[in-house]
């Protein structure tokens, strides 16, 4: 099993919503690093949702892979926000995955906090200027962020 961290804002879509509908659709990922990871998870990999873009941002919940591979169906709505007239049905550009709600953490870390705990190896979140909305996490610092950030509800 594989951790990662993946970020959104909790106005486009929170942890809350994703409580209510138990299940998520991971699309609208329109950068080819962040693509190249989500196409790395497997099915039980668990990731950290991280709010971002708000005050403060951190990690507050904890989702499941359930299916990868899946084709971004965004890419080829023209009404829709991630529309991508260069992707192709034939030749899709942008994937997605379907995540599943584990729980919400009892307490957040912070942004402010997981830079003071972690380096940037530990948890390339913290670095400045990073603007990728899913990254690995190292399975001891997933660890122990999951020792940290303690009870599910």
């Excluded at 099993?1 to 329109?30: C, H, N, V």
Aim: hydrophobic content about 35%; aromatic content about 10%.
């Amino acid at each position: 099993m594989a951790f990662w961290l993946m970020k959104s804002e909790p106005d486009a879509y929170g942890i809350d919503q994703l409580r209510t509908e138990g299940t998520t659709l991971w699309d609208g990922i329109r950068n080819y690093q962040a693509r190249n990871f989500m196409r790395s998870m497997q099915p039980g990999d668990q990731a950290f949702f991280y709010h971002s873009n708000c005050k403060p941002p951190g990690i507050v919940g904890l989702m499941e892979v359930i299916e990868t591979g899946l084709v971004d169906p965004t890419q080829f709505d023209p009404n829709a926000k991630y529309f991508d007239a260069k992707s192709q049905r034939d030749a899709p550009r942008w994937d997605c995955a379907r995540l599943r709600f584990i729980g919400e953490f009892s307490t957040m870390l912070s942004l402010e906090q997981l830079r003071e705990i972690y380096s940037m190896e530990q948890l390339p979140v913290i670095k400045r200027g990073n603007r990728l909305s899913i990254l690995p996490v190292p399975e001891d610092t997933a660890r122990d962020l999951l020792t940290r950030l303690g009870a599910l509800h």
